[in-house]
Structure formats: C-alpha cells, structure tokens
C-alpha cells in the first residue's frame, strides 16, 4: 500500500450538487496531483498542488477547484455537477513537484444522476 | 497538445504467452512511467524510465525505453494470470507537473 488514503471511497450525487473529496498523502510527500478516470479510459490530470499552491492544472472547468493544507492533505472540490463527472477520482501524492514518481491513493468512485 | 498513445486496446492471451504493449508520445519525454490497475483497483506504479534506450527488468517483466525517449514498452514473458489488469504508460507533461497517461492496455489470461 502506498499510505495515500482518500474519502469517501463511493458517492452518489445529483446533477447541479456540489461534492468535496479528500485525500491524505503519504508521509513526507509535499505535492498532491488529482486525476479522473472514467471508465475505460486511462487518468486524466486535473490539477496539482505544492505547498498550499496550485502548481498546474489540466483542461478541465473552473468549477473544478481545489485546495492543500499545511499538512499537505487535499481537498477536490466540484460545483454544479453534470452526469459526465460520472467517473473515479483519484489522487497521488509525491515528493517533489514533477519529476517524481506519484503514489494513488485507492480512489473515489462518484456517481452522478 | 502532447498525447501518449498505447497498443493494442485489449490483448487476450493463453497462460503460459508472451505479452507485448506499446506506447508512443507526441513529445519528446523526460522519463516514462508503467503503472498497472487491477480490475476495481487503482493505479499501482511499476517503474520509471529516464534514460535513452534503458532497459530495466522486474522478474518476468521487460521494461524499454527508446533511443528518442518518444516511445516505450512492457514485455511479460510467460504470462500468469495474476498479470490481469490494465497497464498504463504515462510521460510527464512539459511543465513536468502532471502525468499524462495513454489509454492502457487490458490484458486478459485464461488458464
């Protein structure tokens, strides 16, 4: 296991709600990267985070957002949700921001209806 | 923008056969990674390559990475069928602070 945890692990939201996911990263890790990955895709990069700030960001709406603490735990956040948001969202944990190997956490599988 | 591509999209295979799949960047990467997802699970790192032309090995994997640094591949020699599961490649972006992954390839094994 990696020491990255998330939660919840399974969610079930309505279109037009907001959700909020969490994760730990694992001890000694300082930047905090979110994936989605839909079913049968590969992850898709949403953001990351090094030392409380974003560090860089993939092509998905404002309305995805998040934040990282100073014990470098994170927060997604998602506005106005739509089916498409349908998906396991993932996030992973490194040492250094680029470069290094990133550790995912188990996921957190969000349903939209 | 930059893509990593993989081949084959699925591959079935007899216990006991080899396993090959492919990836291929737009770009020219920094190092490559493997990560292999197991039905249901998430994302497991395998190895990183940073080297031009490396070639690294994990019991009955083979790992390469091309002389441009533009493509790589998983070799399984002897497949079990504990190697089910979908393996990704994935290069690091320009910025170098994301990870962007191929489509994966989903390996089956009867026994």
């Known amino acids: 296991e990696t020491g990255v945890t998330q939660s919840p692990t399974h969610l079930i939201k309505t279109r037009g709600q907001q959700v909020t996911l969490r994760c730990s990263s694992q001890?000694?890790?300082?930047?905090v990267s979110w994936y989605q990955q839909a079913l049968g895709q590969g992850p898709q990069f949403i953001f990351q985070?090094?030392?409380?700030?974003?560090?860089g960001r993939g092509n998905f709406p404002p309305r995805f957002s998040g934040l990282q603490f100073p014990n470098y735990s994170s927060e997604l956040n998602v506005n106005a949700l739509e089916l498409d948001d349908s998906a396991l969202y993932l996030c992973?944990?490194?040492?250094?921001?680029?470069?290094?190997?990133?550790?995912f956490g188990p996921g957190t599988r969000l349903l939209v209806l | 923008g930059q893509q990593v591509m993989q081949i084959p999209q699925y591959q079935h295979v007899q216990e006991g056969e080899d396993f090959t799949t492919y990836c291929n960047s737009s770009?020219?990467?920094?190092?490559i990674q493997w990560y292999k997802q197991r039905p249901g699970g998430h994302p497991v790192f395998l190895i990183q390559?940073?080297?031009?032309?490396e070639v690294k090995k994990q019991k009955r994997l083979t790992f390469q990475f091309g002389e441009a640094k533009k493509n790589s591949s998983l070799h399984i020699t002897a497949t079990q069928t504990t190697d089910v599961g979908t393996y990704f490649c994935?290069?690091?972006?320009?910025?170098?602070?994301?990870?962007?992954f191929g489509k994966g390839t989903t390996l089956s094994v009867s026994s």
């Open positions: 985070y090094y030392r409380e700030e974003e560090n």
């Open positions: 001890s000694g890790h300082n930047t």
């Open positions: 770009t020219t990467l920094s190092n």
């Open positions: 994935a290069g690091q972006n320009q910025a170098g602070t994301a990870l962007i």
């Open positions: 390559l940073v080297k031009s032309g």
């Open positions: 992973a944990s490194s040492l250094v921001d680029g470069g290094e190997t990133q550790y």
